[in-house]
């Protein structure tokens, strides 16, 4: 008989990690598998300063360990492997891996999402000096700086609103002639006296040192190149959630992500969504642990109900 755990986790980030803690120490068993370290895209932030109970920060590889390790406390397995595919169907969920078959009566999904990057060349290398992601996480660094936000959608005018707040400037660089962003954002935005914007313009080249000190855009419309010096740089042009494996198995939104509810339940009976690949108003550490949670409390009721 093929051994079935009570929670088969996907992904080892702060949401997964958060479920696997909270069912195991409720008694269930529990088995996370995770590609590569614990942690997930957190794993790779230098110091997050958002998430509470660590006053000085903190650098997201060791949170994640520290969360791998408060689950593995109660019981929770962690198995390194690849996962190439998922059965959703059925009572007991599959997962097809590198290291074999791995069955579970609940499914939670922590496959998390990526930022889309812009493509330039050295824009990975430059990855926590002087590029970033996320101005919630990082744009405490660039106070009293300038910096430039990348992108035209409601992500990238929010940034630019939170950083103009920080930042001694801030340059907001957008392809089109006028922003994406919901209407709400404009005024704002527009009345601001240290935002600027240079519109029909793409990111060509980063130019660096050590760190970033600088870009050259590109005109989309006459192909002039100008370079605007700079601290940072804040890449907003979205992002892509990690929900292949479930393409065609759960309904997604139009942006790619699992609809489901505060609850995290999604559309199929024992299978659940926490963290960044769950449709939500706010992607942070702090609010994949909270959907954690809830995951875990809605499994054990489903638990209860079916076996």
Same mark, same amino acid.
């Given at each position: 008989?093929?051994?079935?755990?009570? %929670?088969?986790?996907?992904?080892?980030?702060?949401?997964?990690?958060?479920?696997?803690?909270?069912?195991?120490?409720?008694?269930?068993?529990?088995?996370?598998? /995770?590609?590569?370290?614990?942690?997930?895209?957190?794993?790779?932030?230098?110091?997050?300063?958002?998430?509470?109970?660590? #006053?000085?920060?903190?650098? $997201? *590889?060791?949170?994640?360990?520290? %969360?791998?390790?408060? !689950?593995?406390? *109660?019981?929770?397995?962690?198995?390194?492997?690849?996962?190439?595919?998922?059965?959703?169907? $059925?009572?007991?969920?599959?997962?097809?891996?590198? /290291? &074999?078959? *791995?069955?579970?009566?609940?499914?939670?999904?922590?496959? &998390? !999402?990526?930022?889309?990057?812009?493509?330039?060349?050295? /824009?990975?290398?430059?990855?926590?000096?002087?590029?970033?992601?996320?101005?919630?996480?990082?744009?405490? *660094?660039?106070?009293?700086?300038?910096?430039?936000?990348?992108?035209?959608?409601?992500?990238?005018?929010?940034?630019? %609103?939170?950083?103009?707040?920080?930042?001694?400037?801030?340059?907001?660089?957008?392809?089109?002639? @006028?922003?994406?962003?919901?209407?709400?954002?404009?005024?704002?935005? %527009?009345?601001? #006296?240290?935002?600027?914007?240079?519109?029909?313009? @793409?990111?060509?080249?980063?130019?660096?040192?050590?760190?970033?000190?600088?870009?050259?855009?590109?005109?989309?419309?006459?192909?002039? /190149?100008?370079?605007?010096?700079?601290? &940072?740089?804040?890449?907003?042009?979205?992002?892509?959630?990690?929900?292949?494996?479930?393409?065609?198995?759960?309904?997604?939104?139009?942006? &790619?992500?699992?609809? +489901?509810?505060?609850?995290?339940? @999604?559309?199929?009976?024992?299978?659940?969504?926490?963290?960044?690949?769950?449709?939500?108003?706010?992607?942070?550490?702090? @609010?994949?642990?909270?959907?954690?949670?809830? +995951?875990?409390?809605?499994?054990?009721?489903?638990?209860?109900?079916?076996?």
């Amino acid at each position: 008989m093929e051994h079935i755990y009570d %929670m088969l986790i996907i992904g080892g980030g702060p949401g997964g990690y958060t479920a696997a803690l909270y069912a195991a120490r409720a008694g269930l068993d529990v088995l996370v598998l /995770e590609k590569l370290s614990a942690g997930g895209q957190m794993a790779l932030t230098a110091q997050i300063d958002n998430y509470p109970g660590f #006053e000085d920060g903190i650098d $997201g *590889f060791t949170l994640g360990e520290k %969360m791998q390790a408060g !689950a593995q406390r *109660f019981g929770a397995k962690t198995e390194y492997a690849e996962v190439y595919s998922l059965d959703l169907s $059925g009572e007991i969920k599959k997962a097809e891996t590198s /290291e &074999g078959t *791995f069955l579970g009566r609940i499914l939670v999904l922590s496959t &998390g !999402a990526s930022p889309r990057t812009l493509g330039v060349a050295e /824009e990975e290398a430059l990855l926590g000096r002087g590029v970033a992601y996320c101005a919630a996480c990082d744009g405490m *660094f660039y106070k009293g700086k300038t910096v430039v936000v990348v992108g035209g959608g409601n992500t990238a005018a929010a940034d630019a %609103m939170l950083l103009s707040r920080v930042a001694k400037k801030v340059i907001l660089v957008h392809r089109r002639d @006028t922003l994406r962003a919901t209407k709400i954002y404009h005024a704002p935005l %527009m009345k601001a #006296e240290n935002v600027e914007f240079v519109w029909n313009s @793409t990111v060509s080249q980063l130019l660096h040192n050590e760190k970033l000190t600088g870009i050259v855009v590109k005109n989309v419309n006459t192909g002039e /190149e100008t370079t605007i010096a700079c601290d &940072g740089l804040f890449v907003s042009v979205g992002r892509s959630p990690a929900t292949e494996l479930v393409k065609g198995q759960i309904a997604l939104d139009p942006a &790619g992500y699992i609809p +489901a509810d505060e609850s995290t339940r @999604t559309e199929i009976p024992g299978v659940f969504a926490v963290g960044d690949i769950r449709a939500k108003a706010l992607r942070q550490v702090v @609010t994949a642990v909270a959907d954690g949670a809830v +995951a875990s409390h809605y499994a054990e009721e489903y638990l209860a109900e079916h076996f």
